[in-house]
């Protein structure tokens, strides 16, 4: 799965978790840097993000890398774990649906 991939899903998440009524507000949204905020009916708030780690690549070939995804939820510890869990299953749901493959690995040219 290549970056542009992966962040589309990420993108068309929000959007499905904003149907469901959560608030969601775009933090950061960069190459390889993606942060949102989203926020639930009771006011929790946690923060989803992806990031592609550039540093630990592997050059496959002259304009392939191929670099570790990384992605989560940050959560204030306690009221949050709920919620953070709820948000990371609800996006294993989205991309086990719309994703063909799932793979913990990304590649991008530059």
Same mark, same amino acid.
């Given at each position: 799965?290549?970056?542009?991939?992966?962040?589309?899903?990420?993108?068309?998440?929000?959007?499905?978790?904003?149907?469901?009524?959560? $608030?969601?507000?775009?933090?950061?949204?960069?190459?390889?840097?993606?942060?949102?905020?989203? $926020?639930?009916?009771?006011?929790?708030?946690?923060?989803?993000?992806?990031?592609?780690?550039?540093?630990?690549?592997?050059?496959?070939?002259?304009?392939?890398?191929?670099?570790?995804?990384?992605?989560?939820?940050?959560?204030?510890?306690?009221?949050?774990?709920?919620?953070?869990?709820?948000?990371?299953?609800?996006?294993?749901?989205?991309?086990?649906?719309?994703?063909?493959?799932?793979?913990?690995?990304?590649?991008?040219?530059?």
């Amino acid at each position: 799965m290549n970056i542009k991939t992966f962040v589309r899903l990420y993108q068309d998440f929000l959007q499905e978790s904003e149907q469901k009524g959560w $608030k969601v507000e775009v933090l950061i949204e960069e190459f390889g840097n993606y942060l949102a905020s989203i $926020k639930n009916n009771e006011g929790i708030e946690v923060q989803f993000f992806i990031e592609l780690d550039l540093e630990n690549s592997e050059k496959l070939n002259d304009t392939t890398k191929q670099g570790n995804l990384n992605y989560g939820v940050i959560r204030q510890k306690g009221e949050g774990d709920l919620f953070a869990k709820e948000v990371l299953e609800a996006f294993h749901q989205y991309w086990a649906k719309h994703s063909l493959k799932q793979k913990n690995f990304i590649i991008y040219k530059r």
